[in-house]
């Protein structure tokens, strides 16, 4: 037991300590973006499930592969809000609360916003790019898949996810996120499956370009 208190200190303790000192600071204020989200969320999920309501979350909100570019590129932001029509919406909500919460105050409001599109763009233009490659290639799609809607926020909440476990040395947690991701893939190799890989690559290359950035600063600040 001993062992595994101390792992979890080490593998859990600095995210615990900044979190709980973010929410003891701000309170309810702590997670802005968070709650917004969710309430965006909310009512695009109730408008989507009405007559007056489902064409135009349609129209602003869901991208297709087969979309031209320019479309779609427009309505990626939106459609990182806009559940699937298929899925219960307590699960999209309950992704953006824990995962978009934690990264929101971990590493602030403006840093998750764009982590988040940029995995969600990195998991939109895959889909393009696997379809154009086809089923026989190791990471293609079906052309089928160009037609299917590809909205939701768990491409971004998978992004989030590493970027933060990467970010506090959560090492191991984060592998976790991978792993998994990678078995989902293997078991069921369909669209969301491999958007939430490409969502994994785009995160580690954020990963990395913020390693390069810091690394002039680290030099600035030594002694000597």
Same mark, same amino acid.
């Given at each position: 037991?001993?062992?595994?208190?101390?792992?979890?200190?080490?593998?859990?303790?600095?995210?615990?300590?900044?979190?709980?000192?973010?929410?003891?600071?701000?309170?309810?204020?702590?997670?802005?973006?968070?709650?917004?989200?969710?309430?965006?969320?909310?009512?695009?999920?109730?408008?989507?499930?009405?007559?007056?309501?489902?064409?135009?979350?349609?129209?602003?909100?869901?991208?297709?592969?087969?979309?031209?570019?320019?479309?779609?590129?427009?309505?990626?932001?939106?459609?990182?809000?806009?559940?699937?029509?298929?899925?219960?919406?307590?699960?999209?909500?309950?992704?953006?609360?824990?995962?978009?919460?934690?990264?929101?105050?971990?590493?602030?409001?403006?840093?998750?916003?764009?982590?988040?599109?940029?995995?969600?763009?990195?998991?939109?233009?895959?889909?393009?790019?696997?379809?154009?490659?086809?089923?026989?290639?190791?990471?293609? =799609?079906? #052309?089928?898949? /160009?037609? &299917?809607?590809?909205? @939701?926020? *768990?491409?971004?909440?998978?992004?989030? +996810? !590493?970027?933060?476990?990467?970010?506090?040395?959560?090492?191991?947690?984060?592998?976790?996120?991978?792993?998994?991701?990678?078995?989902?893939?293997?078991?069921?190799?369909?669209?969301?499956?491999?958007?939430? =890989?490409? #969502?994994?690559? /785009?995160? &580690?290359?954020?990963? @990395?370009? *913020?390693?390069?950035?810091?690394?002039? +600063? !680290?030099?600035?600040?030594?002694?000597?």
């Amino acid at each position: 037991m001993t062992a595994w208190r101390t792992w979890a200190r080490e593998e859990w303790g600095p995210l615990f300590t900044l979190v709980r000192a973010r929410l003891l600071a701000r309170r309810w204020r702590s997670a802005p973006l968070t709650a917004a989200a969710m309430a965006l969320t909310a009512t695009l999920q109730y408008a989507q499930n009405q007559s007056w309501g489902y064409q135009f979350v349609q129209d602003t909100g869901s991208v297709r592969a087969d979309d031209p570019l320019w479309l779609a590129l427009l309505r990626t932001p939106l459609s990182l809000f806009v559940p699937a029509l298929d899925l219960p919406v307590w699960g999209a909500l309950a992704q953006i609360l824990v995962v978009f919460g934690l990264a929101e105050l971990c590493l602030g409001r403006w840093r998750t916003l764009t982590i988040a599109y940029a995995t969600t763009l990195a998991g939109t233009l895959y889909a393009r790019l696997g379809v154009a490659l086809g089923p026989d290639a190791p990471l293609g =799609l079906p #052309a089928s898949d /160009a037609r &299917l809607v590809d909205n @939701g926020p *768990s491409a971004a909440v998978v992004g989030l +996810a !590493v970027y933060v476990c990467w970010r506090h040395r959560a090492r191991w947690t984060g592998a976790l996120v991978v792993a998994l991701m990678v078995i989902e893939c293997l078991v069921e190799p369909n669209l969301a499956g491999k958007e939430h =890989l490409a #969502a994994i690559v /785009a995160a &580690l290359a954020l990963c @990395g370009a *913020s390693t390069l950035c810091d690394r002039p +600063a !680290v030099r600035r600040c030594a002694p000597g």
